[in-house]
């Protein structure tokens, strides 16, 4: 999805994590119509040309709070992907 280097308009943040045999994800928005354009125009023909032709069971909310008490790592750690296994020690 070269989130890193072409993050989509109205993303704030995004978390994916392995479990199970399944990928979740969390993810906030500015808008929810902003979501719906990224997962309509880029997340959906991605997976379709990775071989992927079901749709992701998806659950939206809306936020309620964010509480984040080390925002300053977050923020220093800027639009990068941290390797597979080092998200869960951060969040």
Do not use: C, K
């Not at 070269?2 to 994590?17: C, K, Q, T």
């Not at 990068?80 to 951060?90: D, E, F, I, K, N």
Request: hydrophobic letters at 40%; zero cysteines; charged letters at 20%.
């Amino acid at each position: 999805l070269d989130l890193d280097a072409n993050p989509p308009a109205g993303a704030i943040l995004h978390v994916a994590g392995e479990a199970d045999g399944a990928i979740t994800i969390s993810e906030i928005w500015q808008t929810e119509q902003t979501f719906r354009a990224y997962y309509d125009y880029r997340l959906r023909p991605a997976l379709r040309l990775h071989g992927v032709h079901r749709d992701p069971r998806l659950e939206i909310a809306p936020l309620h709070n964010v509480y984040a008490p080390e925002i300053f790592t977050i923020e220093r750690m800027g639009s990068v992907s941290l390797p597979a296994g080092a998200a869960g020690t951060r969040f």
